[in-house]
Protein backbone atom coordinates (compact mmCIF):
# COMPACT_ATOMS: atom_id res chain seq x y z
CA UNK A 1 0.00 0.00 0.00
CA UNK A 2 1.27 3.01 -1.11
CA UNK A 3 2.12 5.67 1.95
CA UNK A 4 1.21 9.85 1.54
CA UNK A 5 3.40 12.48 3.47
CA UNK A 6 1.00 15.80 4.03
CA UNK A 7 3.60 18.46 4.97
CA UNK A 8 6.00 16.54 6.95
CA UNK A 9 4.22 13.86 7.98
CA UNK A 10 3.11 10.39 6.70
CA UNK A 11 0.02 8.91 6.28
CA UNK A 12 -1.16 5.21 5.51
CA UNK A 13 -4.80 4.88 4.07
CA UNK A 14 -6.60 2.31 5.34
CA UNK A 15 -8.68 2.03 2.04
CA UNK A 16 -8.69 2.93 -1.86
CA UNK A 17 -9.46 6.17 -0.96
CA UNK A 18 -6.95 8.68 0.90
CA UNK A 19 -9.11 9.18 4.30
CA UNK A 20 -5.62 8.75 6.20
CA UNK A 21 -4.36 12.24 4.74
CA UNK A 22 -8.21 13.68 5.64
CA UNK A 23 -8.14 14.80 8.90
CA UNK A 24 -11.24 16.93 9.97
CA UNK A 25 -10.23 20.69 11.26
CA UNK A 26 -12.94 22.54 13.64
CA UNK A 27 -12.88 26.70 14.42
CA UNK A 28 -10.53 25.53 17.39
CA UNK A 29 -8.34 22.74 15.93
CA UNK A 30 -4.76 23.12 14.78
CA UNK A 31 -4.09 23.87 10.77
CA UNK A 32 -3.09 20.96 8.61
CA UNK A 33 0.62 21.08 8.21
CA UNK A 34 2.81 24.01 7.94
CA UNK A 35 0.74 27.23 8.23
CA UNK A 36 0.56 29.43 5.10
CA UNK A 37 1.74 32.85 4.96
CA UNK A 38 -1.33 35.13 4.96
CA UNK A 39 0.19 38.33 4.60
CA UNK A 40 2.13 37.89 1.69
CA UNK A 41 3.49 40.19 -0.91
CA UNK A 42 6.73 39.23 -2.85
CA UNK A 43 9.50 41.11 -3.53
CA UNK A 44 8.13 42.26 -6.61
CA UNK A 45 5.28 43.45 -4.87
CA UNK A 46 2.77 41.34 -6.13
CA UNK A 47 -0.27 40.67 -3.90
CA UNK A 48 -0.38 37.07 -3.04
CA UNK A 49 -3.55 36.59 -0.12
CA UNK A 50 -6.36 38.72 -0.06
CA UNK A 51 -9.14 39.49 2.77
CA UNK A 52 -12.32 40.79 1.70
CA UNK A 53 -15.79 40.94 3.27
CA UNK A 54 -19.51 40.11 1.88
CA UNK A 55 -22.80 40.42 3.53
CA UNK A 56 -24.49 36.54 3.45
CA UNK A 57 -27.36 35.38 5.15
CA UNK A 58 -27.80 38.94 6.57
CA UNK A 59 -24.57 39.00 8.07
CA UNK A 60 -21.06 40.80 7.39
CA UNK A 61 -18.69 37.78 6.53
CA UNK A 62 -14.99 38.08 6.61
CA UNK A 63 -13.29 35.58 4.36
CA UNK A 64 -9.39 35.40 3.57
CA UNK A 65 -7.87 33.60 0.54
CA UNK A 66 -4.54 33.10 -1.96
CA UNK A 67 -3.88 33.26 -5.29
CA UNK A 68 -4.71 29.76 -7.32
CA UNK A 69 -7.81 29.41 -4.94
CA UNK A 70 -11.68 29.51 -6.64
CA UNK A 71 -12.76 33.44 -6.46
CA UNK A 72 -9.87 34.63 -4.57
CA UNK A 73 -10.45 38.17 -3.73
CA UNK A 74 -14.42 38.21 -3.56
CA UNK A 75 -17.05 35.58 -2.92
CA UNK A 76 -18.67 34.91 -6.40
CA UNK A 77 -22.08 35.79 -7.80
CA UNK A 78 -22.82 32.60 -8.23
CA UNK A 79 -21.87 31.73 -4.83
CA UNK A 80 -24.20 34.26 -3.56
CA UNK A 81 -26.82 32.52 -5.24
CA UNK A 82 -26.59 29.26 -4.01
CA UNK A 83 -26.38 30.51 -0.32
CA UNK A 84 -29.65 32.03 -0.87
CA UNK A 85 -31.48 29.50 -2.17
CA UNK A 86 -30.98 26.76 0.99
CA UNK A 87 -32.36 27.23 4.03
CA UNK A 88 -31.49 24.85 6.54
CA UNK A 89 -34.04 23.60 8.74
CA UNK A 90 -32.75 23.00 12.90
CA UNK A 91 -30.69 20.15 13.58
CA UNK A 92 -30.09 19.70 9.50
CA UNK A 93 -26.38 18.27 8.27
CA UNK A 94 -25.24 19.82 5.71
CA UNK A 95 -22.31 18.84 2.73
CA UNK A 96 -20.35 21.33 1.58
CA UNK A 97 -18.84 19.89 -1.43
CA UNK A 98 -15.68 21.55 -2.91
CA UNK A 99 -16.07 24.14 -0.19
CA UNK A 100 -13.24 26.37 -1.25
CA UNK A 101 -12.21 28.54 1.52
CA UNK A 102 -15.35 27.86 2.85
CA UNK A 103 -17.61 31.16 1.85
CA UNK A 104 -21.06 28.67 1.67
CA UNK A 105 -19.95 26.77 5.04
CA UNK A 106 -19.36 29.58 6.62
CA UNK A 107 -22.51 31.32 5.91
CA UNK A 108 -25.12 28.36 6.40
CA UNK A 109 -23.16 27.58 9.73
CA UNK A 110 -25.38 29.26 11.82
CA UNK A 111 -28.82 29.81 9.68
CA UNK A 112 -30.73 27.31 12.04
CA UNK A 113 -30.00 26.10 15.44
CA UNK A 114 -27.80 22.62 15.72
CA UNK A 115 -26.65 22.49 12.35
CA UNK A 116 -23.55 20.39 11.39
CA UNK A 117 -22.02 21.40 8.46
CA UNK A 118 -19.36 19.11 6.89
CA UNK A 119 -16.98 21.28 4.59
CA UNK A 120 -15.18 19.07 2.46
CA UNK A 121 -12.09 20.04 -0.23
CA UNK A 122 -9.51 18.01 -1.99
CA UNK A 123 -7.45 21.13 -1.64
CA UNK A 124 -4.64 21.55 1.48
CA UNK A 125 -4.51 25.19 0.38
CA UNK A 126 -8.42 25.64 0.44
CA UNK A 127 -8.88 23.29 3.70
CA UNK A 128 -6.47 25.95 5.19
CA UNK A 129 -7.94 29.23 4.33
CA UNK A 130 -11.55 27.50 5.14
CA UNK A 131 -10.55 26.24 8.93
CA UNK A 132 -9.34 30.10 9.43
CA UNK A 133 -12.07 31.69 7.80
CA UNK A 134 -14.45 29.49 10.20
CA UNK A 135 -12.29 30.16 13.30
CA UNK A 136 -12.58 34.00 12.43
CA UNK A 137 -16.62 34.02 11.95
CA UNK A 138 -17.26 31.80 14.92
CA UNK A 139 -18.41 29.15 12.60
CA UNK A 140 -18.45 26.82 15.67
CA UNK A 141 -20.86 23.84 14.07
CA UNK A 142 -18.66 23.92 11.14
CA UNK A 143 -15.64 21.67 10.13
CA UNK A 144 -13.41 21.19 7.68
CA UNK A 145 -11.97 17.90 5.86
CA UNK A 146 -9.40 17.40 3.61
CA UNK A 147 -11.06 14.25 1.22
CA UNK A 148 -12.47 13.74 -1.86
CA UNK A 149 -13.73 10.17 -1.73
CA UNK A 150 -16.40 10.85 0.99
CA UNK A 151 -15.89 7.50 2.13
CA UNK A 152 -15.25 9.04 5.84
CA UNK A 153 -19.06 9.25 5.99
CA UNK A 154 -21.76 7.10 6.38
CA UNK A 155 -24.52 6.34 3.92
CA UNK A 156 -27.89 8.59 4.43
CA UNK A 157 -25.81 11.01 6.75
CA UNK A 158 -26.99 14.43 5.01
CA UNK A 159 -29.95 16.32 4.68
CA UNK A 160 -28.78 19.23 2.25
CA UNK A 161 -25.62 19.11 -0.11
CA UNK A 162 -23.95 22.37 -1.21
CA UNK A 163 -21.92 22.22 -4.77
CA UNK A 164 -20.63 25.31 -6.57
CA UNK A 165 -17.58 24.01 -8.73
CA UNK A 166 -15.61 26.74 -10.19
CA UNK A 167 -16.32 27.38 -13.74
CA UNK A 168 -13.26 25.53 -15.14
CA UNK A 169 -14.04 22.02 -13.28
CA UNK A 170 -14.48 19.34 -15.75
CA UNK A 171 -17.95 18.07 -16.13
CA UNK A 172 -16.61 14.55 -15.55
CA UNK A 173 -15.47 15.61 -12.17
CA UNK A 174 -18.72 17.20 -11.19
CA UNK A 175 -20.69 13.69 -12.42
CA UNK A 176 -18.18 11.80 -10.04
CA UNK A 177 -19.47 14.20 -6.97
CA UNK A 178 -22.70 14.09 -8.05
CA UNK A 179 -22.49 10.18 -7.61
CA UNK A 180 -20.16 10.09 -4.65
CA UNK A 181 -22.96 12.33 -3.03
CA UNK A 182 -25.77 9.81 -3.85
CA UNK A 183 -25.59 7.42 -1.22
CA UNK A 184 -24.75 10.07 1.98
CA UNK A 185 -27.86 11.80 1.38
CA UNK A 186 -31.34 10.48 3.20
CA UNK A 187 -34.32 9.99 1.33
CA UNK A 188 -35.77 13.48 0.85
CA UNK A 189 -32.64 15.02 1.17
CA UNK A 190 -31.49 18.01 -0.97
CA UNK A 191 -28.89 18.42 -3.06
CA UNK A 192 -28.17 22.20 -4.48
CA UNK A 193 -25.60 22.92 -7.02
CA UNK A 194 -25.19 26.16 -9.34
CA UNK A 195 -23.87 25.95 -12.86
CA UNK A 196 -23.03 28.34 -15.84
CA UNK A 197 -25.97 27.79 -18.45
CA UNK A 198 -23.36 27.85 -21.10
CA UNK A 199 -20.78 25.55 -19.13
CA UNK A 200 -22.85 22.58 -18.47
CA UNK A 201 -25.69 23.60 -16.40
CA UNK A 202 -27.74 21.64 -18.76
CA UNK A 203 -25.74 18.16 -18.54
CA UNK A 204 -25.66 18.61 -14.40
CA UNK A 205 -29.32 19.34 -14.34
CA UNK A 206 -29.87 15.59 -16.26
CA UNK A 207 -27.24 14.03 -14.18
CA UNK A 208 -28.97 15.35 -11.07
CA UNK A 209 -31.88 13.32 -12.16
CA UNK A 210 -30.62 10.23 -13.32
CA UNK A 211 -28.94 9.79 -9.91
CA UNK A 212 -30.63 11.69 -6.77
CA UNK A 213 -34.23 12.41 -8.05
CA UNK A 214 -36.39 14.86 -9.08
CA UNK A 215 -34.92 18.19 -10.11
CA UNK A 216 -35.77 21.93 -10.81
CA UNK A 217 -34.11 25.48 -11.48
CA UNK A 218 -34.87 27.31 -8.89
CA UNK A 219 -33.13 30.53 -9.61
CA UNK A 220 -32.01 31.83 -12.71
CA UNK A 221 -29.84 35.01 -12.23
CA UNK A 222 -26.70 36.42 -14.78
CA UNK A 223 -26.37 33.10 -16.85
CA UNK A 224 -25.97 31.17 -13.99
CA UNK A 225 -28.73 28.34 -12.78
CA UNK A 226 -29.13 27.20 -9.36
CA UNK A 227 -31.00 23.28 -9.44
CA UNK A 228 -32.31 21.44 -6.76
CA UNK A 229 -32.38 17.72 -7.01
CA UNK A 230 -34.19 15.49 -4.01
CA UNK A 231 -33.84 12.28 -3.50
CA UNK A 232 -36.56 10.14 -4.19
CA UNK A 233 -37.74 8.31 -1.10
CA UNK A 234 -39.55 5.88 -3.05
CA UNK A 235 -37.14 5.36 -6.13
CA UNK A 236 -33.93 3.50 -4.97
CA UNK A 237 -31.30 5.33 -6.31
CA UNK A 238 -30.01 4.55 -9.36
CA UNK A 239 -26.01 2.25 -9.15
CA UNK A 240 -23.22 4.01 -9.70
CA UNK A 241 -19.64 2.94 -11.29
CA UNK A 242 -17.03 5.13 -9.90
CA UNK A 243 -14.49 3.16 -11.98
CA UNK A 244 -15.45 4.52 -15.05
CA UNK A 245 -13.69 7.85 -14.01
CA UNK A 246 -10.37 6.19 -13.75
CA UNK A 247 -8.23 6.54 -16.77
CA UNK A 248 -5.02 4.91 -17.94
CA UNK A 249 -1.97 6.74 -19.90
CA UNK A 250 0.23 5.28 -21.73
CA UNK A 251 2.95 6.82 -23.51
CA UNK A 252 6.81 7.06 -24.32
CA UNK A 253 8.98 9.98 -22.92
CA UNK A 254 12.62 10.30 -23.15
CA UNK A 255 12.59 6.85 -24.96
CA UNK A 256 11.19 4.39 -22.64
CA UNK A 257 7.64 3.33 -22.07
CA UNK A 258 5.09 4.88 -19.56
CA UNK A 259 1.61 3.75 -18.34
CA UNK A 260 0.29 5.86 -15.52
CA UNK A 261 -3.08 5.66 -13.67
CA UNK A 262 -5.29 8.59 -13.05
CA UNK A 263 -9.08 10.04 -12.54
CA UNK A 264 -11.22 13.23 -13.52
CA UNK A 265 -9.93 15.74 -11.68
CA UNK A 266 -6.60 15.48 -12.47
CA UNK A 267 -4.71 17.64 -15.27
CA UNK A 268 -4.47 15.90 -18.40
CA UNK A 269 -5.81 12.45 -17.35
CA UNK A 270 -6.51 11.12 -20.70
CA UNK A 271 -3.57 12.05 -22.18
CA UNK A 272 0.40 13.49 -21.78
CA UNK A 273 -0.29 17.24 -22.50
CA UNK A 274 2.26 18.81 -24.63
CA UNK A 275 3.27 20.97 -21.82
CA UNK A 276 4.52 18.44 -19.78
CA UNK A 277 6.07 16.60 -22.68
CA UNK A 278 8.09 19.14 -23.62
CA UNK A 279 9.64 19.61 -20.13
CA UNK A 280 10.53 16.14 -19.92
CA UNK A 281 11.92 15.95 -22.77
CA UNK A 282 14.11 19.30 -22.29
CA UNK A 283 15.26 18.83 -18.76
CA UNK A 284 19.06 18.04 -17.91
CA UNK A 285 19.52 15.58 -14.81
CA UNK A 286 22.11 13.67 -13.54
CA UNK A 287 21.83 10.32 -11.96
CA UNK A 288 23.08 11.80 -8.22
CA UNK A 289 20.68 15.08 -8.83
CA UNK A 290 18.54 15.70 -6.12
CA UNK A 291 14.66 16.62 -7.41
CA UNK A 292 11.02 18.18 -6.80
CA UNK A 293 8.55 18.33 -9.07
CA UNK A 294 5.65 20.82 -8.02
CA UNK A 295 2.18 20.47 -8.86
CA UNK A 296 3.30 16.84 -10.16
CA UNK A 297 -0.44 15.44 -10.48
CA UNK A 298 -0.60 11.92 -11.67
CA UNK A 299 3.23 12.33 -11.45
CA UNK A 300 4.35 11.68 -14.94
CA UNK A 301 7.26 14.50 -14.55
CA UNK A 302 8.95 13.05 -11.52
CA UNK A 303 8.74 9.48 -12.46
CA UNK A 304 10.41 10.00 -15.47
CA UNK A 305 12.88 12.55 -13.52
CA UNK A 306 13.58 9.28 -11.18
CA UNK A 307 14.64 7.30 -14.10
CA UNK A 308 16.66 9.89 -14.76
CA UNK A 309 18.38 11.00 -11.63
CA UNK A 310 18.78 7.02 -11.06
CA UNK A 311 20.22 6.99 -7.31
CA UNK A 312 18.88 10.71 -6.92
CA UNK A 313 16.54 11.46 -5.01
CA UNK A 314 12.73 13.12 -6.53
CA UNK A 315 9.70 14.10 -4.18
CA UNK A 316 6.53 15.00 -6.00
CA UNK A 317 4.95 17.86 -4.41
CA UNK A 318 0.78 18.52 -5.06
CA UNK A 319 -2.22 20.55 -2.98
CA UNK A 320 -4.37 18.07 -4.18
CA UNK A 321 -5.13 14.92 -1.97
CA UNK A 322 -6.60 12.71 -5.57
CA UNK A 323 -3.36 13.99 -7.16
CA UNK A 324 -1.22 12.49 -4.53
CA UNK A 325 -3.43 9.67 -4.16
CA UNK A 326 -2.60 8.27 -7.86
CA UNK A 327 1.54 9.94 -7.98
CA UNK A 328 1.69 7.52 -5.22
CA UNK A 329 0.22 4.39 -7.53
CA UNK A 330 1.71 5.16 -9.83
CA UNK A 331 5.52 5.51 -7.97
CA UNK A 332 4.49 2.18 -6.97
CA UNK A 333 3.78 0.76 -10.45
CA UNK A 334 6.52 1.75 -11.70
CA UNK A 335 8.54 0.13 -8.78
CA UNK A 336 10.21 3.31 -7.22
CA UNK A 337 8.87 2.85 -3.99
CA UNK A 338 11.35 0.81 -2.18
CA UNK A 339 14.61 2.29 -1.84
CA UNK A 340 16.40 5.41 0.55
CA UNK A 341 17.87 7.84 -0.10
CA UNK A 342 19.78 9.56 3.06
CA UNK A 343 17.48 8.19 5.35
CA UNK A 344 14.47 9.41 3.14
CA UNK A 345 12.19 7.48 0.70
CA UNK A 346 13.94 7.72 -2.40
CA UNK A 347 11.20 8.73 -4.56
CA UNK A 348 8.27 10.10 -3.09
CA UNK A 349 4.77 12.29 -3.64
CA UNK A 350 3.69 14.51 -0.82
CA UNK A 351 0.71 16.62 -0.30
CA UNK A 352 1.62 20.30 0.51
CA UNK A 353 1.58 23.86 -0.98
CA UNK A 354 4.85 24.16 -2.86
CA UNK A 355 7.56 23.27 -0.98
CA UNK A 356 6.22 23.23 2.71
CA UNK A 357 6.30 19.81 2.73
CA UNK A 358 9.86 19.84 2.64
CA UNK A 359 10.95 22.34 4.67
CA UNK A 360 15.31 23.33 4.66
CA UNK A 361 15.93 20.74 2.09
CA UNK A 362 17.62 21.34 -0.90
CA UNK A 363 17.46 20.52 -4.66
CA UNK A 364 19.73 20.30 -7.83
CA UNK A 365 16.59 20.56 -10.08
CA UNK A 366 13.08 22.52 -8.97
CA UNK A 367 10.62 21.51 -11.87
CA UNK A 368 6.99 22.49 -12.59
CA UNK A 369 4.21 22.40 -15.14
CA UNK A 370 2.11 24.96 -13.28
CA UNK A 371 -1.56 25.44 -14.34
CA UNK A 372 -1.92 27.63 -17.01
CA UNK A 373 -4.53 29.92 -15.67
CA UNK A 374 -2.17 30.14 -12.64
CA UNK A 375 -1.73 33.85 -12.37
CA UNK A 376 1.43 35.79 -10.89
CA UNK A 377 0.04 35.51 -7.38
CA UNK A 378 0.89 31.82 -7.86
CA UNK A 379 3.49 32.18 -10.32
CA UNK A 380 6.05 34.63 -8.65
CA UNK A 381 6.09 32.76 -5.06
CA UNK A 382 6.70 29.61 -6.91
CA UNK A 383 9.82 31.66 -8.24
CA UNK A 384 10.99 32.93 -5.18
CA UNK A 385 10.53 29.48 -3.19
CA UNK A 386 12.52 27.78 -5.47
CA UNK A 387 15.15 29.73 -5.48
CA UNK A 388 15.53 29.18 -1.56
CA UNK A 389 15.13 25.71 -2.07
CA UNK A 390 17.84 25.16 -4.63
CA UNK A 391 21.70 24.55 -4.71
CA UNK A 392 23.96 26.20 -6.28
CA UNK A 393 24.36 25.81 -9.83
CA UNK A 394 20.64 24.27 -9.52
CA UNK A 395 18.13 24.60 -12.01
CA UNK A 396 14.35 25.73 -12.19
CA UNK A 397 12.84 24.74 -15.29
CA UNK A 398 8.74 26.09 -15.85
CA UNK A 399 7.06 25.56 -18.74
CA UNK A 400 4.39 28.20 -19.88
CA UNK A 401 2.18 29.04 -22.56
CA UNK A 402 2.34 33.11 -21.26
CA UNK A 403 5.38 33.82 -19.67
CA UNK A 404 6.62 37.47 -20.52
CA UNK A 405 6.38 38.59 -16.39
CA UNK A 406 7.57 35.64 -15.06
CA UNK A 407 10.69 35.82 -17.27
CA UNK A 408 11.41 38.99 -15.96
CA UNK A 409 10.89 37.87 -12.35
CA UNK A 410 12.88 35.11 -12.70
CA UNK A 411 15.48 37.15 -14.31
CA UNK A 412 15.11 39.40 -11.28
CA UNK A 413 15.53 36.74 -8.61
CA UNK A 414 18.07 34.63 -10.23
CA UNK A 415 20.05 37.25 -11.92
CA UNK A 416 19.81 35.12 -14.95
CA UNK A 417 16.86 33.33 -17.16
CA UNK A 418 16.94 31.87 -20.68
CA UNK A 419 14.52 29.49 -23.13
CA UNK A 420 15.37 26.21 -23.12
CA UNK A 421 12.88 25.07 -25.86
CA UNK A 422 9.47 26.84 -27.45
CA UNK A 423 7.57 24.33 -29.80
CA UNK A 424 5.52 27.25 -30.54
CA UNK A 425 3.36 27.04 -28.39
CA UNK A 426 4.48 26.55 -25.06
CA UNK A 427 7.53 27.30 -23.12
CA UNK A 428 10.65 26.43 -20.73
CA UNK A 429 12.30 28.91 -19.01
CA UNK A 430 15.01 27.96 -17.08
CA UNK A 431 17.11 29.69 -14.48
CA UNK A 432 20.09 28.71 -12.60
CA UNK A 433 21.21 29.73 -9.06
CA UNK A 434 24.71 30.74 -9.29
CA UNK A 435 25.77 31.62 -5.94
Not at 79 to 106: E, F, H, K, M
Not at 145 to 163: I, K, M, P, S
Not at 224 to 230: K, L, Q, T
Not at 394 to 401: A, I, P, Q, S, T
Request: one cysteine or more; hydrophobic letters at 40%.
Amino acid sequence: MPRFKQAGHHFSPAGPGPDALAPSLTGSAADVGTDLTLGGLTHDMVKTSYEFSSKLKRRERTFRAAGGLFSKDKVAKSTGLLIDQINPSAGDRILDYGCGYGAVGVALADAAPDLDVQMVDSDIRAVRFAQKNVKANGAGGAHVVLDHTLDRFRNGHFNLVALNPPVDEGTETIFEMIERAQAKMRHGGQFFLVAKASRGARSYMKKLGEIIGPTKVVRRSGGYWVMRAERSPIRPPEAVDLERYEHTVESVLRGRKYRFQTRAGIFSRKDIDEGTRLLIETIEVRPRHSIIDVGCGYGPIGIVAAHLASVGRVVMVDCNARAVEYASQNIQSHHLNHARKNGKPRVEAVLGDRFDAVPGERFDRVLSNPPFHSGNDVLFPLVDEAYGHLRVHGRLYLVLMRYAGVRRHMHKVFGNVSVAADDGKYVVLMSERTF
